[in-house]
């Protein structure tokens, strides 16, 4: 697969922003993430949502353009109109209780104790991780498996679905070996 413009996307938890600033930096390539134009920057983050409107003109106006990228991250609900920008969508996978494992590592990471039983991030990181584990469930309201699969189903590009359990290096690998005629799975 040679460098175009590249969508990675899946779970929150399934390495879409690791993957994807792996792979532009193999290319030598802009990265960017759908969160930092999904929010608005605040403290504490991810508090404040941009108007989807706003979204997209950020988007156009930093990278959209350009004949190569890659963006990782959730389009599904509100980047429909980035769609016909799409050269190849990728999409991760990951076993649920290692990718909820993967989440709360990263909370703790990032916020350390604010996270604990009466810390500051207490209840918004008890929220978060309620949210993301309702992803694999087919009644489930917000972003799930069952959205995305028809989000997917609905796309002009081709799809590479990978399992995000294998090593960035290895991901990275199968990407580049990818020829993007058909959708496959990995």
């Known amino acids: 697969m040679k460098p175009q413009r590249v969508h990675i996307t899946g779970a929150s938890g399934t390495g879409t922003t690791t993957l994807g600033r792996a792979l532009a930096s193999e290319w030598s390539i802009p990265h960017a993430d759908v ?3 999904f929010w ?4 504490p983050p991810y508090t404040t949502k941009r108007d989807p409107h706003t979204r997209l003109e950020l988007m156009d106006a930093v990278f959209v353009g350009r004949k190569a990228w890659v963006l990782s991250g959730s389009l599904l609900g509100w980047g429909e109109a980035l769609i016909p920008n799409l050269d190849a969508v990728i999409f991760l996978t990951l076993e649920p209780t290692e990718r909820l494992g993967r989440l709360k590592e990263r909370e703790r990471q990032r916020y350390g104790d604010r996270i604990d039983a009466g810390g500051d991030l207490e209840a918004a990181t008890s929220e978060f991780l ?6 694999d469930d087919p009644n489930f309201l917000g972003r799930s498996l069952v959205f995305h699969e028809d989000w997917l189903s609905k796309l002009p590009c081709p799809i590479l679905r990978l399992d995000s359990g294998r090593s960035i290096s290895d991901s ?3 990407i580049l070996k990818w020829e993007p005629a058909e959708q496959h799975h990995l």
């Open 35 to 37: 969160d930092d134009y």
């Open 40 to 43: 608005e920057p605040t403290e």
């Open 130 to 135: 309620s949210w993301a584990a309702g992803y």
């Open 172 to 174: 990275v690998a199968a």
